[in-house]
Every structure is written in structure tokens, then in C-alpha cells.
């Protein structure tokens, strides 16, 4: 098992100039799919992977000794309340999981609006972000 972590320090105050600047070259409807967008679609598009960098996203390893408390996040949950805040999504953090070199899920993560994509899981991801989800990941 492995699970690799991207970051990108995107500025949020500039998400405008990615929907404007979405055609201007052949990088730029990929930046704005993957920071603000739903790029990945499926577990199946995986070729965004290979792209991260050229669009601002460095790569780290977590931890393996983490990977317990970090499968306690990502579990079905029961809904308590609703997770959400009204912003434009700016997916900064994603998550790519891995079992055998295989690829088998994809989390993107905007810690500003409490928002996620995530793909791989037949799991009901839908009350993801309770119980302090957000706050638990960012200490990866």
C-alpha cells in the first residue's frame, strides 16, 4: 500500500483567471479542471496523474506508519450534519492511493470549502467531513 500526496499553493483570489485563461493554451483546461474542476471523472482517467507537476502540484509519500489512521478517515459514515461552505472550490490537496503500483483510488481535497472529490470506492462517500475529517487530514 502506498498513498502519494500532491500540494499545490495556488493563490484562491486567482481561480478567476483560470476559468478565463481555460483556452490559452493546451495546459490550461487541465489546470482548471484539476484545481477548480472534476478532473479526474473516474478511477479510470488516471492520466492526470503524470500532469500534476506542470501545473504547480509537488508529490510526497505519506507515511506508512499514518496509513491506520488515515484509513479511519475514510470510512462510511453516518450523517450528522452537513459539511459545506459556500466558496469556489480550489482542489489544493490530492490524494492518490495506491495498492501494489496500482492505482485504486483518488481523493481532491479543497480544505477551504470543505469540499471533496473522490474516486475508486463503491463506498457512500457522501457524508465524508464528518467527525473532523478536514481537520484529522491536515495534519498529513
Known amino acids: 500500500m502506498a498513498i502519494d500526496y500532491y500540494v499545490n499553493d495556488f493563490d484562491a483570489s486567482k481561480t478567476k483567471d483560470l476559468y478565463e485563461n481555460r483556452s490559452k493554451s493546451e495546459i490550461d483546461p487541465f489546470r482548471m479542471g484539476i484545481i477548480a474542476g472534476n478532473i479526474p471523472k473516474s478511477i479510470l482517467d488516471l492520466a492526470f496523474i503524470e500532469m500534476l507537476p ?4 509537488t508529490k510526497t509519500q505519506i507515511d506508512p506508519a499514518k496509513f491506520a489512521r488515515i484509513d479511519g478517515i475514510f470510512v462510511e459514515k453516518t450523517a ?3 459539511v459545506t ?3 469556489i472550490y480550489v482542489y489544493r490537496e490530492i490524494l ?5 503500483y496500482k492505482v485504486v483510488g483518488t481523493t481532491k481535497i479543497c480544505f477551504g470549502c470543505m469540499d471533496y ?9 457522501e457524508n465524508f467531513g464528518q467527525d473532523g475529517d478536514y481537520e484529522k487530514l491536515s495534519y498529513y
Open 96 to 100: 492518490i492511493f495506491k495498492k501494489e
Open 80 to 82: 450528522m450534519k452537513s
Open 85 to 87: 461552505s459556500p466558496c
Open 54 to 57: 506542470n501545473v504547480g502540484y
Open 117 to 125: 472529490q473522490v474516486n475508486g470506492t463503491t463506498a457512500n462517500t
